[in-house]
Nanobody, 128 residues
Framework: DVHIVESGGGLVSAGGSVKLSCRVS????????IGWFRQAPGKEREGVSC????????KYSDSVWGRFTASIDIAKDTAYLQMNSLKTEDTAIYYC?????????????????????WGQGTQVAVSS
């Protein structure tokens, strides 16, 4: 079974930075995709970034492009989301999700449907 554990959320001032971690276990072979999603209060969950385990595909939503950076350390089975220049509108629960499909290289990269396994989420709150 795939198991996902996120960490690194917290309270940060606007303009600050936070780095989220996502440890994934259970993929015994092959390439996989890690997606980062977030859900703000009263809003639907949205995709913000994805990265393939081979690192040949990385994508960002327009709302975070240039401020967030996704990375992955295969040796540690861990993906990261470095979040810089945070804004109050970045306040949300952030989720890490995984799929064995090469979702990050296609049109479904930041859509929930391809992702089969999800973490529990970690709260990021940005104060003004």
């Amino acid at each position: 079974d795939v198991h996902i554990v996120e960490s690194g959320g917290g309270l940060v001032s606007a303009g600050g930075s936070v780095k989220l971690s996502c440890r994934v276990s259970g993929f015994t072979f092959g390439d996989y995709t890690i997606g980062w999603f977030r859900q703000a209060p009263g809003k639907e969950r949205e995709g913000v970034s994805c990265i393939s385990s081979s690192r040949d595909a990385v994508k960002y939503s327009d709302s975070v492009w240039g401020r967030f950076t996704a990375s992955i350390d295969i040796a540690k089975d861990t993906a990261y989301l470095q979040m810089n220049s945070l804004k109050t509108e970045d306040t949300a629960i952030y989720y890490c999700a995984a799929t064995i499909s090469p979702a990050c290289g296609g049109p479904w990269a930041l859509i929930e449907a391809p992702y089969s396994d999800w973490g529990q989420g970690t709260q990021v709150a940005v104060s003004s």
